[in-house]
């Protein structure tokens, strides 16, 4: 039977555990050159809650990225247990391969209890239904942008401005990206596997405000990227099979580096989480 791209994702988010601490992950049956950051901190991200002796909701990821993975060989996953107590547990998670250590990440844990709480509004955007699907938007740029027709997909985008090659296209630019976000089908009733498919998609679209702060795009322009530092701060259960708007922008570009802030808020308007990443962006103007 044909396996889907949401599958094939749940498939390489349930690791093996080899003992108490270490796990085995696996790469899909589609994959860029080098191992897709998001899917390594989504695996390590599992390989830290896998851990936990009792439960506690998500706290914050941080995940600094050393080297490039092989995505024709398996990822060892090595969790250290640094923290666990009634309300706190931390873990950091080694991502090895060969030997060399290609990503650490560290996670905590935190039952905070009820607070104080307010937050930014939601940006006025479409109802994700109103909008247009991934594959409409890269119909008639197959050969602009084939590493984005070829990628696996199992998250549904509907963008509620023009991605930056329709918007390159148009000669336009745009200082922010706002595209609302879910799994591709039904999801497991595993609250760590929602927060880890969300983990997996904050690494699309975070670094787009960059370039089309810029009028620039992926496959027009020669550009090169390369994420070296990506952390999460969870503040809100998350069901990643119901839309969420992740809202970007970039901050700042200097020093052929750029950094992307976003919110992932859900349809009622509240945050559900917050990402910063900070990229190597080289830009070959008239290459």
């Known amino acids: 039977m044909p396996v889907g ?35 390594m901190m989504a695996q390590a991200f599992v390989a830290a809650g896998r851990t936990l002796v009792r439960d506690c909701p998500p706290g914050a990821m941080s995940t600094h990225f050393i080297a490039g993975g092989n995505p024709e060989k398996d990822l060892e996953f090595r969790v250290v247990r640094l923290r666990d107590e009634r309300r ?29 709480e307010h937050g930014t509004e939601a940006p006025v955007v ?24 070829e990628a696996l997909r199992p998250i549904e985008w509907r963008y509620t401005n023009d991605p930056a090659w329709v918007m390159r296209s148009k000669g336009e630019k745009l200082g922010h990206n706002r595209v ?23 690494d699309t679209t975070v670094l787009d405000s960059i370039i089309t702060t810029h009028g620039l795009s992926w496959g027009y322009d020669r550009i090169f990227a390369a994420t070296v ?4 701060w969870f503040h809100r259960p998350i069901r ?26 859900d349809q009622a308007g509240q945050i559900v989480a917050t990402v910063v990443q900070e990229g190597i962006i080289k830009y070959f103007p008239g290459a």
């Open 229 to 232: 530092n990506h952390s999460l």
């Open 5 to 39: 791209d949401l599958e094939e994702l749940l498939a390489v988010l349930g690791l093996i555990r080899i003992d108490d601490d270490t796990f085995v992950g696996s790469h899909p049956s589609k994959n860029p050159p080098r191992t897709f950051g998001g899917q």
């Open 126 to 149: 479409p109802d994700p239904l109103s909008l247009p699907k991934i594959d409409d938007l890269l119909a008639g740029y197959e050969k602009t942008v084939p590493q984005f027709v």
């Open 88 to 116: 706190f547990a931390n873990r950091r998670v080694d991502v090895v391969q060969d030997g060399v250590l290609l990503t650490t990440a560290m996670v905590s844990f935190v039952d905070g209890g009820r607070g104080l």
């Open 240 to 265: 990643f099979d119901e839309w969420v708007l992740y809202s970007t922008t970039s901050p700042v570009a200097s020093d052929s580096r750029g950094l992307g802030t976003g919110h992932f808020y």
């Open 180 to 202: 609302w976000l879910k799994a591709d089908g039904p999801m497991p009733e595993d609250p760590l596997l929602h927060t880890a498919a969300l983990v997996y998609a904050s």
